[in-house]
Nanobody
Framework: QVSLVESGGGLVQAGDSLRLSCAAS????????MAWFRQAPGKERELIAA????????YFPDSVKDRFTISRDNDKNTMYLQMNSLKPEDTAIYYC????????????????WGQGTQVTVSS
């Protein structure tokens, strides 16, 4: 059973940067697609970053494109979400997730989830 643990959330001001981490319990990055989701109060959960297991393909929706990047450190079994130029509308609980196959850009199908980390951006 894969377990994922996010960290790095916090309270920042608009325009600041923040890096979230997602530590996996085992070496999964070469076999699993990985993604970051977020859920703001009163809104549905949305996919905001995804990376194929090969590492060659990434996906970002327009809302975060050019501001967020996704990376991983295979030796540390850790995935990162670098968030720059943060906006108040980025305020949400951020989750990392993993899936063993399928379309990495498809929101449905992610089987393993972390507990989430809160990101709050003040104006």
């Amino acid at each position: 059973q894969v377990s994922l643990v996010e960290s790095g959330g916090g309270l920042v001001q608009a325009g600041d940067s923040l890096r979230l981490s997602c530590a996996a319990s085992e070496r999964i990055f070469s076999n699993y697609h990985m993604a970051w989701f977020r859920q703001a109060p009163g809104k549905e959960r949305e996919l905001i970053a995804a990376r194929s297991w090969t590492g060659r393909s990434t996906y970002f929706p327009d809302s975060v494109k050019d501001r967020f990047t996704i990376s991983r450190d295979n030796d540390k079994n850790t995935m990162y979400l670098q968030m720059n130029s943060l906006k108040p509308e980025d305020t949400a609980i951020y989750y990392c997730a993993a899936r063993p196959g399928g379309d990495y850009k498809e929101e449905r199908g992610y089987d393993y989830w972390g507990q989430g980390t809160q990101v709050t951006v003040s104006s």
